[in-house]
């Protein structure tokens, strides 16, 4: 299968149709608006969801808007910090010129670039030779997502102690893309101009890099502050809370990743609204994901009941329901109608009894696992760590995660409704069962 063509891109639309049958109680909450899939388009269409961007303000009011009719009150709890709207981002060797993705906290560089000697500087590298050069670096072969994470942040920081001038991360993946990298709000990265580049082009810069050539970055930018808000909605009720939250910010158009999670979460609203009347209800949409869960954090510290008021926190994370594919060669992706195992649903330990039986058609979430500190990822692992035990948590990384391309052909419109299906009547059983109020 070493061929190209219709039947292997990534973009190929199939008609499935894959047919559920919705359990009482849920279908007519399917049925009462627009469909899953009808949510995910709206929000892939909106156009790139990095915090404070147009496409991010627009994804606000719509979720206000739909909030607001399923009954909820609803407020806005702003979030702003420093960033850079960046104009332009390439490195170049000889005639050959590539774009890049920014890393941030974005170091601009000018019109004029940067020009040094390119080095490679794969774990491990020689500090003594990365002084002053631009360091290329590529990263072991992975669904890349953060800057944090220890195959990047190790080699990252040996070159930034080393002296490098400039950083190129090559994000070696399954499907041969950019991947941008979430990263905190500092971090010393600021210090250098860093670009992302695609492994499937990446061949002449790592060969001049091999050879020592010279390079030029060039990060073109103006400081901006990104400016959005927190979607902080509450159905007053009695006893104790249950919570909802998923992020709605991220790099690019993020279906996959975010419009998945983001669709579950709003028809969840009207379901549990329907279904417990009497029930303290909070939904929360947050933003600043992609710079480490700045939007989760101010949310904890303002809006968040405390950790003993909560009945059930359900966290909706990355790659709610996103596409499998198959692996047909490097950076060469062909659809299947079904969703990417790469899933996770975390729960506390004395639950998951109740949940595997109700999980086993849905692949990854029918292994579900101990939502611990250890387990768990984004937000999600910053809740557990502030005490909020009750958690239910999904996070994954689809082979299209933090990609360009993550558009609504990262979704199969039949998995998509299967595993809300799965997923909401677990949901159902675990308040029968265990979260009482």
């Known amino acids: 299968m070493n061929g190209g063509g219709p039947l292997l891109d990534r973009r190929t639309t199939l008609a499935l149709g894959l047919a559920t049958s919705l359990p009482a109680g849920l279908a007519s909450a399917a049925a009462a608006g627009p469909s899953l899939m009808d949510d995910v388009r709206h929000y892939a269409a909106l156009g790139p969801h990095r915090t404070g961007t147009p496409g991010n303000l627009a994804a606000l009011d719509w979720v206000e808007a739909r909030l607001r009719t399923a009954g909820f009150a609803v407020a806005r709890q702003p979030v702003r910090y420093a960033d850079h709207d960046i104009a332009r981002a390439t490195i170049a060797t000889g005639a050959v010129q590539l774009d890049g993705i920014v890393q941030r906290p974005a170091c601009p560089t000018g019109p004029a670039g940067l020009s040094a000697p390119l080095v490679l500087a794969d774990e491990p590298a020689d500090p003594a030779r990365l002084s002053g050069k631009i360091a290329v670096i590529r990263l072991p072969h992975a669904r890349h997502s953060s800057i944090l994470e220890a195959r990047t942040a190790r080699p990252v920081k040996a070159a930034l102690a080393a002296g490098c001038v400039g950083l190129v991360l090559v994000t070696r993946g399954p499907s041969g893309e950019a991947l941008a990298l979430n990263a905190p709000l500092?971090?010393?990265?600021?210090?250098?101009?860093?670009?992302?580049?695609?492994?499937?082009?990446?061949?002449?810069?790592?060969?001049?890099?091999?050879?020592?050539?010279?390079?030029?970055?060039?990060?073109?930018?103006?400081?901006?502050?990104?400016?959005?808000?927190?979607?902080?909605?509450?159905?007053?009720?009695?006893g104790r809370a249950i919570v909802v939250t998923t992020p709605l910010s991220g790099w690019f158009g993020c279906a996959g990743e975010r419009g998945s999670g983001i669709a579950a979460f709003l028809h969840a609203a009207p379901l549990l609204a329907r279904r417990y009347p009497d029930a303290d209800l909070h939904f929360a949409g947050l933003v600043g994901h992609e710079r480490e869960y700045v939007g989760g954090d101010a949310y904890v510290g303002a809006h968040a009941p405390p950790p003993d008021q909560v009945r059930l926190w359900v966290h909706l994370g990355a790659g709610f329901a996103a596409r499998d594919w198959h692996e047909i060669a490097d950076g060469v992706l062909a659809p299947l109608p079904g969703a990417d195992a790469q899933r996770y649903l975390l729960a506390p330990e004395a639950w998951l009894g109740t949940l595997r039986p109700l999980l086993t058609t849905l692949p990854g979430y029918q292994q579900p696992y101990p939502a611990t500190i250890e387990n768990s990822a984004g937000e999600a692992r910053h809740f557990i760590e502030r005490g909020y035990r009750n958690m239910v948590a999904t996070i994954g990384a689809h082979r299209l995660h933090h990609a360009r391309t993550d558009d609504a052909t990262a979704i199969d419109p039949g998995s998509l409704e299967t595993s809300w299906v799965g997923w909401s009547r677990a949901l159902v059983a675990l308040l029968h069962r265990h979260a009482t109020a």
Do not use: W
């Open 186 to 238: 500092e971090h010393p990265i600021a210090a250098v101009p860093t670009l992302v580049i695609a492994p499937r082009d990446a061949a002449p810069i790592v060969t001049a890099a091999g050879r020592g050539d010279a390079g030029r970055i060039v990060v073109e930018g103006q400081a901006i502050t990104a400016s959005s808000a927190n979607i902080v909605a509450r159905r007053r009720g009695q």
